[in-house]
């Protein structure tokens, strides 16, 4: 019996003419975003953690 | 995953988008003191940038007395004798506690390695927030013959430019600098200059690979394997070796850099700006000197600084000859004291600036 008031499934298409849609949940542009954020966060990392001091040869001790 | 433009779009826009956020807020906040309030970033100067922001907003204008001197001042022998929690018992944190009951706010600009060239190049710095009152540790170090000319008289090269010409030009180095170095020299003053993020990513460096990134990493291997105990010998026969020029046979000369520069600082803020100057020579372990402590040159030299600064006794300077004054259970080595002793130390130096007679 077929019900009442049930609005078939649609399939949304996933893209326009070959890319996908810009805002989509799955979208590329957010898989983008996340790893900008990701090479944002080593590239701080690198900013504070490579290299030792710059006045590091007046350190009292070292040998 | 496909790497299409939206891809790229989005990875440039949250790369770009976090350094502009991170720039932003640093620029907001670096000017209300609010990482100085949290961080103790004393003991190092990393770039001119950055000592122009401890001195505009790292303490309160108002009562202000300036600390300039040496490690004598920081961290550096509290943690590499492995003591915990170091940061918190230097003789500058328990000078600005005590200064603060007295109602001053104290801007240490005291730093490793620091030599008098350096002190007077802080002077136009200064100008910018003129202290109320200056407390000066002087340290043997600061006369020695190795740092009393060329390129080792000055402990920063950044700072080169804040000094008179003629200073300038009897601190160039014998070898002119690759043309690899000054440029990156050049670069890194370039973004410290302007890229807040770079010049506090360069500050905080401090508070971890301090006082090297050598002995950080090698702090964490002793938390792993535990320490190695014969090292402590090794250690203290390498410090010897390595002080040793500053305390052997040699009169200090009164026409050399660190009087020049010395003098200069006093003309320019005692004489001219009439700000009182308080200047101690920092207590000296002569038990751990032992034979490398030429006893003649240490007393022929501490007559020769007083004699120095006699003239401007008349001119709102207090002069004290502190070498002698702690026993050698209140040192770590030949001048930097144990948390008991730089606490005592402080004590002593308050009692000083208020003008208690010690």
Same mark, same amino acid.
């Given at each position: 019996?077929?019900?009442?008031?049930?609005?078939?499934?649609?399939?949304?298409?996933?893209?326009?003419?070959?890319?996908?849609?810009?805002?989509?949940?799955?979208?590329?542009?957010?898989?983008?975003?996340?790893?900008?954020?990701?090479?944002?966060?080593?590239?701080?990392?690198?900013?504070?953690?490579?290299?030792?001091?710059?006045?590091?040869?007046?350190?009292?001790?070292?040998? | 995953?496909?790497?299409?433009?939206?891809?790229?779009?989005?990875?440039?826009?949250?790369?770009?988008?976090?350094?502009?956020?991170?720039?932003?807020?640093?620029?907001?906040?670096?000017?209300?003191?609010?990482?100085?309030?949290?961080?103790?970033?004393?003991?190092?100067?990393?770039?001119?940038?950055?000592?122009?922001?401890?001195?505009?907003?790292?303490?309160?204008?108002?009562?202000?007395?300036?600390?300039?001197?040496?490690?004598?001042?920081?961290?550096?022998?509290?943690?590499?004798?492995?003591?915990?929690?170091?940061?918190?018992?230097?003789?500058?944190?328990?000078?600005?506690?005590?200064?603060?009951?007295?109602?001053?706010?104290?801007?240490?600009?005291?730093?490793?390695?620091?030599?008098?060239?350096?002190?007077?190049?802080?002077?136009?710095?200064?100008?910018?927030?003129?202290?109320?009152?200056?407390?000066?540790?002087?340290?043997?170090?600061?006369?020695?013959?190795?740092?009393?000319?060329?390129?080792?008289?000055?402990?920063?090269?950044?700072?080169?430019?804040?000094?008179?010409?003629?200073?300038?030009?009897?601190?160039?180095?014998?070898?002119? $600098?690759?043309? @690899? &170095? #000054?440029?990156?020299?050049? *670069?890194?003053?370039?973004? /410290?200059?302007?890229? %807040? $993020?770079?010049? @506090? &990513? #360069?500050?905080?460096?401090? *508070?971890?690979?301090?006082? /090297?990134?050598?002995? %950080?990493?090698?702090?964490?291997?002793?938390?792993?394997?535990?320490?190695?105990?014969?090292? /402590?010998?090794?250690?203290?026969?390498?410090?010897?070796?390595?002080?040793?020029?500053?305390?052997?046979?040699?009169?200090?000369?009164?026409?050399?850099?660190?009087?020049?520069?010395?003098?200069?600082?006093?003309?320019?803020?005692?004489?001219?700006?009439?700000?009182?100057?308080?200047?101690?020579?920092?207590?000296?372990?002569?038990?751990?000197?032992?034979?490398?402590?030429?006893?003649?040159?240490?007393?022929?030299?501490?007559?020769?600084?007083?004699?120095?600064?006699?003239?401007?006794?008349?001119?709102?300077?207090?002069?004290?000859?502190?070498?002698?004054?702690?026993?050698?259970?209140?040192?770590?080595?030949?001048?930097?004291?144990?948390?008991?002793?730089?606490?005592?130390?402080?004590?002593?130096?308050?009692?000083?600036?208020?003008?208690?007679?010690?």
């Amino acid at each position: 019996m077929i019900e009442k008031n049930k609005i078939p499934p649609v399939t949304l298409p996933l893209s326009y003419n070959g890319e996908k849609r810009f805002f989509g949940p799955s979208d590329d542009f957010w898989k983008g975003f996340g790893i900008g954020v990701i090479l944002f966060v080593l590239f701080l990392a690198i900013l504070l953690f490579a290299g030792d001091l710059s006045a590091s040869k007046f350190i009292y001790v070292d040998f | 995953m496909s790497l299409n433009r939206s891809f790229a779009l989005g990875a440039v826009t949250a790369f770009f988008g976090l350094l502009l956020l991170t720039e932003v807020l640093l620029r907001l906040t670096v000017p209300t003191g609010f990482w100085y309030e949290r961080f103790d970033f004393s003991g190092d100067l990393t770039s001119l940038a950055e000592l122009r922001d401890r001195v505009r907003y790292s303490a309160p204008q108002e009562n202000r007395i300036l600390l300039l001197g040496d490690s004598v001042l920081g961290a550096s022998a509290i943690m590499e004798h492995r003591i915990p929690q170091g940061r918190t018992l230097t003789l500058n944190r328990f000078l600005t506690m005590g200064l603060v009951t007295q109602g001053w706010h104290s801007l240490s600009l005291g730093s490793d390695g620091m030599l008098l060239p350096d002190i007077e190049a802080l002077s136009p710095e200064i100008a910018a927030a003129p202290p109320q009152k200056i407390l000066l540790l002087l340290n043997f170090r600061m006369f020695s013959q190795e740092f009393n000319q060329g390129s080792k008289a000055l402990s920063r090269n950044f700072l080169l430019a804040d000094l008179p010409l003629d200073i300038q030009k009897k601190l160039t180095p014998d070898k002119p $600098l690759s043309q @690899e &170095a #000054q440029l990156g020299d050049e *670069l890194y003053a370039g973004m /410290s200059d302007h890229w %807040f $993020l770079f010049r @506090e &990513a #360069q500050m905080a460096k401090t *508070l971890w690979y301090y006082p /090297s990134q050598k002995d %950080f990493f090698q702090r964490l291997l002793e938390r792993m394997v535990g320490k190695n105990e014969s090292a /402590s010998d090794l250690m203290e026969a390498a410090l010897k070796q390595k002080i040793a020029s500053y305390y052997q046979p040699y009169l200090w000369d009164k026409n050399a850099l660190p009087f020049t520069c010395l003098k200069q600082v006093l003309d320019q803020w005692a004489v001219q700006n009439h700000i009182p100057i308080t200047i101690v020579l920092t207590p000296q372990n002569r038990k751990f000197l032992g034979e490398y402590l030429d006893l003649p040159s240490f007393q022929k030299n501490r007559k020769a600084l007083a004699a120095f600064l006699k003239p401007y006794l008349f001119s709102g300077v207090v002069y004290e000859d502190w070498a002698d004054r702690y026993p050698a259970s209140s040192f770590l080595d030949h001048c930097h004291l144990t948390p008991k002793g730089n606490d005592q130390y402080s004590k002593d130096l308050v009692g000083l600036l208020s003008g208690g007679k010690q």
